[in-house]
């Protein structure tokens, strides 16, 4: 049984040109996992005036607070657009927690995390859980799609991406970009035959499109299916 929270934002702030923050605390204690999801009410933008409901992956560990949401924002999309105009003090409501796309210790393991951009959230609260640090693997990766170098998200590692490595891929970049140039798929093709492929759980979250191209490169690689797990963003 899901419970309804209210919700104030405590601050509001563009992480990119296209991203933005919201920090929240909530009306009772939200208990969840990393990797798990709110779904925002959003009051009267449906049919006849009905509520609309809006999923997002909440962005901070488990044990932060105030909790944080990375939302892209997206012109006609009324979960971004109504969250976009969201300043402190205001309220929303949401129901949560849902999901199962949490991590799951395995003992001799190394990690893959694949995200394409704001898929990089759940990616970020998992990481820096208590869960993950208390169980760290033997490796633990983080790839991390983009079109350009100004879609990066968190990358000083005291926002969230410690104990693991997170590398950028980056498809239309600048010229001045000194990183992979390609997209993320392709740096994980490029990780050669010294990579653990059949020690490693892989995670994935992103576009629909993306992970297909994964799934597809990981079955050449026999990776069992239950190493696989994601998430998709739409």
């Known amino acids: 049984m899901k419970s309804e929270y209210l919700c104030t934002v405590k601050s509001f702030r563009m992480l990119t040109p296209t991203v933005f923050e919201i920090a929240f605390e909530t009306d ?17 933008a449906g049919p006849k005036g009905r509520d609309l409901r809006r999923a997002y992956s909440i962005a ?8 944080e949401l990375c939302v892209k924002l997206v012109e006609n999309g009324p979960g971004t ?11 929303f409501r949401v129901l949560a927690p849902y999901g199962d796309f949490t991590y799951r210790p395995q003992t001799d393991q190394h990690i893959c995390f694949i995200a394409t951009g704001t898929g990089i959230a759940p ?15 033997n490796s633990a990766i983080c790839l991390f799609g983009v079109r350009t170098e100004s879609e990066l998200l968190y990358q000083k590692p005291e926002e969230g991406f ?5 590398m950028n891929a980056v498809s239309q970049p600048s010229d001045s970009w000194q990183g992979f140039r390609g997209r993320v798929t392709h740096y994980l093709q490029s990780l050669g035959d010294e990579y653990p492929w059949l020690k490693t759980q892989f995670y994935l979250c992103g576009n629909g499109e993306m992970i297909q191209e994964v799934k597809a490169f990981l079955a050449e690689k026999n990776i069992e299916k239950s190493k696989i797990h994601q998430e998709k963003y739409y």
């Open 28 to 44: 009772k204690n939200l208990v969840f996992e990393g990797g798990q999801f709110v779904s925002i009410i959003i009051p009267g």
């Open 60 to 67: 901070s560990a488990p044990e932060a607070r105030p909790y």
């Open 81 to 91: 657009q109504y969250l976009y105009r969201l300043r402190p003090h205001d309220t």
């Open 123 to 137: 990616f970020r609260a998992i990481a820096m859980s208590k869960k993950f640090q208390d169980n760290l693997p």
């Open 162 to 166: 410690q104990n693991l490595k997170l």
